[in-house]
């Protein structure tokens, strides 16, 4: 049997935030109206197409008082009392809400208590503590905290450790990824009979987690590969547009691989079941900069002391020369364009030039002239840096989270105004050097190799982000 955990509380108090968070569902309708629930709706977790886990959403309590002095009557017969009350009710319109509510704890729920920590305790939700605690079903209390205040969070522990096995201080608008993972752990301590079956669900959470980093890291090798690899001809045409045509070649080239990086980072997306709304990203992330923005490259490019390293490796990769005379810190394409567009007179001039040296390799061919592939790989550490930004603002936006509209920053462990690659060690630097000139050689089992190295090191990178609270 599927085991069912049913998020239970006072009207907007933020339980389908919670449920839309614990679930990863944006579909979780979430609401600052209070009641805007009135039936109980459930949310299946499925994975590897069998479902592991449900979580149902009920309404809010509207008469704690009246249903309690009801159960409590009933507290000395024999038999299931959530049943006998759920009978006796169910033609009292004033009490539908709270029959439906305890519907899923009828048929066997565990139950999750949600309450905004930013508030004192008051009576009425003592008197929805004590009526889950007469169901007798495993429960757990989550102290929903709207905002920072920690003021009423030692009252609220005190009264939960009357009623619950179990409570927790969790935000649903701000929980990553490795505090969802934390409280699905706590719940295995509500009662003992669910350990056995919320361990297995944490399990198929952890395994679905490492496929779905596995997936991110191959979306992100795809896009090196096409980005570092791409190239872009067009007709020469007369010396005269001769400009106007390197205008045109550049801002194809920028655009084409821009679309490349904003495809996989879609495809990113999705990976964690961002589907229906969007999210916003800090107001100052670099994220927001285009791609071959001067700044993007400043704060994502290779440091010195990296550029160093990889001189150091030995013609590793061309221009990095280039990169260094820029102190480090490089223009983007349009720097990088800088030797290449002061040689594309000679070219058009019939003087002969390697591919290599320029930049970008810019050459002519006949009537033709070509772009790419990039041959500096700072654009590698460039792409490779927005799409870790881009994977952990992803994974740590809260899909209960809804503040779409009122510039909401995501908030999160990235480490937004430096590249994650910042502070690598030479050999994760090394590995990528060695895939880049492994690109640069075209093909071979040692390109293979190199490709899979980055894979591995993507994937330990992935689970480092992930791992952060």
Not at 83 to 109: H, M, T, W, Y
Not at 184 to 204: C, E, N, Y
Not at 309 to 330: E, K, P, Q, R, Y
Not at 333 to 357: C, D
């Amino acid at each position: 049997m599927t085991p069912e955990i049913a998020i239970m509380g006072h009207p907007n108090e933020g339980k389908s935030s919670v449920l839309s968070t614990l679930a990863e569902d944006d579909s979780v309708r979430v609401s600052p109206t209070p009641g805007e629930t009135t039936r109980c709706r459930t949310f299946p977790v499925v994975i590897d197409g069998r479902e592991v886990l449900r979580f149902t959403d009920t309404p809010g309590f509207q008469n704690p008082a009246r249903v309690l002095s009801m159960l409590q009557g009933m507290a000395g017969d024999s038999g299931n009392i959530i049943r006998r009350f759920r009978e006796q009710v169910k033609n009292i319109p004033e009490l539908s809400d709270d029959r439906e509510l305890l519907l899923p704890v009828e048929r066997g729920a565990g139950i999750i208590y949600v309450v905004d920590g930013s508030r004192p305790v008051r009576n009425v939700d003592r008197e929805e503590m004590e009526i889950l605690r007469l169901t007798g079903r495993p429960r757990m209390a989550i102290i929903n905290c709207k905002d920072q205040g920690e003021r009423y969070l030692q009252e609220w522990k005190d009264e939960f450790r009357k009623a619950f096995n179990s409570n927790r201080v969790f935000n649903a608008h701000r929980a990553t990824y490795a505090e969802r993972i934390l409280l699905l752990t706590a719940l295995q301590s509500i009662d003992q009979d669910w350990q056995p079956v919320l361990g297995q669900v944490i399990t198929a959470f952890q395994r679905d987690w490492t496929a779905r980093n596995r997936a991110t890291a191959d979306h992100i090798i795809a896009m090196l590969n096409d980005c570092l690899r791409y190239r872009l001809t067009v007709d020469a045409g007369d010396q005269s547009a001769a400009g106007r045509r390197e205008e045109e070649l550049v801002r194809q080239f920028n655009q084409n691989l821009a679309e490349i990086e904003k495809r996989t980072h879609q495809q990113i997306r999705s990976l964690y079941r961002h589907h229906i709304f969007d999210y916003r990203l800090p107001p100052r992330s670099i994220l927001r900069e285009d791609l071959f923005n001067d700044r993007t490259w400043q704060v994502l490019g290779l440091s010195k002391k990296q550029l160093a390293i990889i001189g150091g490796i030995g013609g590793a990769a061309v221009g990095v020369g280039l990169d260094a005379a820029h102190a480090g810190l490089s223009m983007g394409v349009y720097a990088a364009l800088g030797g290449a567009i002061g040689a594309l007179g000679a070219l058009l001039g019939g003087e002969t030039i390697s591919a290599n040296a320029s930049i970008m390799g810019i050459k002519l061919g006949g009537q033709q002239l070509q772009i790419g592939p990039v041959n500096s790989i700072n654009l590698l550490f460039v792409l490779l840096n927005r799409a870790l930004l881009f994977y952990s603002h992803t994974i740590n936006w809260a899909h209960g989270r809804r503040d779409y509209d009122t510039g909401g920053a995501a908030e999160g462990p990235a480490p937004d105004q430096m590249g994650f690659t910042r502070n690598w060690s030479p050999g994760r630097i090394r590995i990528c050097t060695a895939y880049f000139r492994g690109l640069q050689q075209d093909g071979g089992n040692d390109a293979l190799r190199r490709e899979s190295d980055l894979r591995q090191l993507l994937e330990e990178v992935l689970l480092e982000i992930s791992q952060r609270e």
